[in-house]
Structure formats: C-alpha cells, structure tokens
C-alpha cells in the first residue's frame, strides 16, 4: 500500500549547539519567521504563517559539535522556494552573509543552491521547474540530470 500522493514533508528538528547562532543563520539569512520560542531551548520556524517548517533546539545538543563525515544522519534538509525570483533573493542574503556555497545545480527538474547551516547540517534551497519542463527519456520516464548552475544568471533575477 503506498502513501496518499498529498503526503508532505511537514516540518524538520534540527539539533543546534547555539540557539542564537542558529536563528541568526535560519532567520536572518534564510528568512523564515519565528512562530513560537520556547525559552532558549528551542525555537519553531515557518514561511507563510505555517505553524513550524524548521525547528531548532538545543535538547541534546547544547554546546555540541557537528556529527562527524562519514558517519549517518541527515544529509540535508530542503526548502523549496516558489520561484526563480525567490530563490536569487535568497542567494543574495546568503552572499550578503558572507555563506560559501559547497555547490550550486541545474537538475532539470529544479535548480539548487547547496550549504551548510551553523552546525553543519547540510542544507538544499531550490525552486522546481514546472513538470511539463522535466527531462525525459525516449520512454517518458523522468532523466533527471546535474549541472553546474549558472549562478551569475540566476542573481541576476534579482537585479
């Protein structure tokens, strides 16, 4: 039996080892609100009025460090952005903050900028393609692919 195809991705805890320094990065750089705060241990985040997208707490982490490279977790969290416009909008913050990017993609079916939040939590921030520009193989079947993105043009959509 499959999953209803309206399931969603509702909302991702992230374990912090600064509060602060976490909503500084999920807040300021990325953009989402602040909806409820629970002391200094935990804060919930959202677009659009949304109860939490993201929630932050030091529960079991504070003063912690980042899971080590080769060891399992979360590879990455994803926000995806309504459209081209929004995502360069963000690519300008995330400049403006002085974040490095570890990559930046073209998949054909969304364009996707690649980092990592305070704690080293690995982080996708993307707009989908409308469907009907999906890649597609001889049969009809999805071929998506990767590409370097051409990030001067998508910060030029801000301009």
């Given at each position: 039996m499959e999953a209803h195809a309206q399931t969603r991705i509702g909302?991702?805890?992230?374990k912090v080892?600064?509060?602060?320094?976490?909503?500084g990065f999920w807040?300021?750089?990325?953009?989402?609100?602040?909806?409820?705060?629970?002391?200094?241990?935990a804060v919930f985040l959202s677009a659009g009025g949304y109860h939490h997208h993201i929630?932050?707490?030091?529960?079991?982490?504070?003063?912690?460090?980042?899971?080590?490279?080769g060891t399992t977790g979360l590879f990455h969290v994803?926000?995806?952005?309504?459209?081209r416009l929004e995502l360069a909008r963000v690519l300008q913050r995330l400049l403006a903050a002085g974040v490095t990017?570890?990559?930046a993609s073209d998949h054909g079916v969304s364009e996707a900028l690649y980092l990592?939040?305070?704690d080293g939590n690995g982080v996708e921030l993307y707009r989908d393609r409308d469907a009907a520009e999906w890649p597609r193989d001889a049969a009809g079947g999805l071929a998506?692919?990767?590409?370097?993105l051409d990030v001067a043009a998508l910060l030029a959509e801000a301009a």
């Open positions: 909302h991702v805890h992230l080892a600064d509060l602060e320094r976490a909503l807040r300021d750089v990325i953009g989402l609100s602040v909806t409820q705060r629970m002391g200094d241990q929630a932050l707490n030091t529960w079991e982490s504070l003063g912690g460090s980042p899971p080590a490279r994803a926000l995806l952005f309504p459209s990017l570890d990559g990592r939040d305070p998506m692919i990767t590409r370097r």
